[in-house]
DNA sequence: TCTGGGGTCCTAGGACCC
DNA sequence: TCTGGGGTCCTAGGACCC
């Protein structure tokens, strides 16, 4: 048996962890640059804020209803979460931490355990130590268990743990569970099987296997095997090292300047390359672009990348941060109102692995010591005290952040005091 | 004025090779 | 009329997730 524990309305509980006198009230969160919802308490929920509508069409709606609204605060949501996830291991081994407030944990080894009443339990602690309420979902495989948990949170509130095992169960969930809730079908999968008069997920498993292969590829006949019991998605102990690295943004504000976009793209150059050290690996390819706000109609539209081709794969922030801009100068045209830029590193191999360059003449050992020192200070004094004459100090392009709540947990100036 | 960011996996089709 | 077969690699684009 499998459990998902999936925190509620994540980053709008994380904002109540701190601030008891939000209990009860509608609370939002806003994506980057404060632009669209994307997390409601259910109280803002019940008064019909939609996820993902733009703010600037709620402001209205914020201010009569009394709905208080963040910045998203990612640093205090990243800590919570950890303590969330260490809450959960203490409850077993074989976890896998699957998103910032989804974990699956693996029950198969506890044998002769009620795995209702300790879902309760684990419940019950999550709430008490870290202040955060889950809901859980027990079933056999892990897309059963994330339909279990939906059900946990809609039907069963109050206890706030669903648990399916026999066959009989499991039926019932899935000729209640309607298509497009299954975890796997996205909105364009949901069309085509209504059209095929699937409503439900029960209606789902009756399909035939080589139709479901035909049109939903070898991801549809994984979901199908899942449904039916069979574990067909495989347990990921560690996250697997990415294949990819992003660093993309909105500006705060339209740019037009090239230094401006310059110092921005440096920045994610750079955040791409700790990212890389991180995970002990180097990228041979770096990727920039840059792209105008296609929901100005009245502006002239442009969108623009490049991929550069390093010479030796590196983690170096030196080295991306200077492929970073000689890409920017290739793409970069003046007249335009620039919105967003991003900088992706691809082709990731180990850092063990790096084929080195006949002809290159970059001082490699001499940086690799550079980068230590940096990251060394980086991760004692604050992300941003060492940095590159390339990033510049101009804040023109950072987020627009105007809610932001404190750092209660990981700044020492926004722990609370107590006094006595 | 104002519309997020960061990922993964899969397939089709073109280029190229023998 | 008729135009090989089998393979790899790469890219673009679609679909999905949180």
Redesign the pocket.
Known sequence: MIALVDCNNFYASCERVFSPSLKNKPVVVL???D??V?ARSNEAKELGVEM?T???ML?DKFEKEKIYVFSSNYTLYGSLSNRVMKTLSSFTPDIEV?????AFLDFTRMVDKNLFTYGVQIKKTVQQYVGIPVSIGIAPTKTLA?MANRFAKKKCKNIGVYMVESSTEIAELLAATEIGD?????????RKLLLNGIRTAADFIQMNPEWV?KNL???GQ?LLNELKGVPSITWETAP???????????FG??LCNKEDIANAVAN?AN?CAV?LRKQRSCANIVHVFIQT?T??TQDKQYYRSI?IQLPVASNSSNEIICYTLKGLSKIYRSGYNY??A?V?VMDIVPEKQVQFGLFDTFNRSRDKKLMESFDQINTNYGSDLVRFAAQGYNKRWK?KQERLSPCYTTRLKDVYVIRN
């Open positions: 994506s980057n640059n632009g669209c994307i993902g733009p703010a600037f402001a699957y998103s910032i407030d989804e994330k299954v975890w796997g079908i996205g909105s364009q999968h949901k292969r590829t070898v991801v994984r697997p090292p990415k294949k990819v690295i992003c660093t993309s943004r909105s504000q339209l994610y955040k990212k706000n929901h100005r991929n919105k967003k991003g992706i987020l």
